[in-house]
Every structure is written in C-alpha cells, then in structure tokens.
C-alpha cells in the first residue's frame, strides 16, 4: 500500500523560509515523479513543483520561481520542497503526490497518490 507522508509545515513570517517533506513507503520511490500541489479554501489544487524520477524539474511559474526548490532523495525514499522568502499568498495546504512514469506532470489527475497535507500559514 503506497502511502506518503508530509512533514515540516507551520507559521513562518514573511521573508522567512520552512522545508518541507514527503515520506513515501510502500513502493520503489525511484520509479516515481513527484510534485507538490497546494490548496486554500474554496479553490482547486493549484500545481507547484515537480521532480521526474531523473531529477528534471518544473516549477508553476515566476510567483515561485527562484524563490521554491524541488529535490529527492532516492535512498530515503523522500522528496522535499525547499521554500524561501515566503510570502502571505503561499499560505495553503500544501500536498504531494506521485506517479509511476518516466515523464513528468503539473496535472494533478495524472496522480493516483497522494499525501494528506500539511499547513503552511505565512503571517506577521
């Protein structure tokens, strides 16, 4: 049973920076894209970072650009997403998920698993 696991959310003041993590088990990791979604209330999973298993990644755009860093680490079986200078609007809960493919995604339909989510609230 594939199973993932965040890790690391929490209140961060604006400019500040947190990391978050994304345990996966029940499966060879190694297989596997990931990518991290987010989501405020009200509003659909909005795509944010994507690793293909060959370490290629795809980020949603210049809001995060340079500010979010997307890695894994095969032998722990984790990926991580590296946040810097945070800002209000980054606040949601952010999910991750993976897929078994070669390519790499930033549809969340391509996604059959997922993690349960961990908050993050960027506030003075």
């Known amino acids: 049973q594939v199973q993932l696991i965040e890790s690391g959310g929490g209140s961060v003041q604006p400019g500040g920076s947190l990391t978050l993590s994304c345990a996966a088990s029940g499966l060879t990791f190694s297989w596997y894209a990931g990518?991290?979604?987010?989501?405020?209330p009200g509003k659909e999973r909005e795509f944010v970072a994507a690793v293909s298993r060959n370490d290629i990644t795809e980020y949603s755009g210049d809001s995060v650009k340079g500010r979010?860093?997307?890695?894994?680490?095969?032998?722990?079986?984790?990926?991580?997403?590296?946040?810097d200078n945070q800002k209000p609007e980054d606040t949601?809960?952010?999910?991750?998920?993976?897929?078994?493919?070669?390519?790499?995604s930033q549809n969340a339909k391509d996604y059959p698993y997922?993690?349960?989510?961990t908050q993050v609230t960027v506030s003075s």
């Open 35 to 40: 990518a991290w979604f987010r989501q405020t």
């Open 68 to 83: 979010f860093t997307i890695s894994r680490n095969n032998a722990k079986n984790t990926m991580y997403k590296q946040m």
């Open 92 to 104: 949601a809960v952010y999910h991750c998920a993976v897929q078994h493919t070669t390519g790499i």
């Open 114 to 117: 997922w993690g349960q989510g």
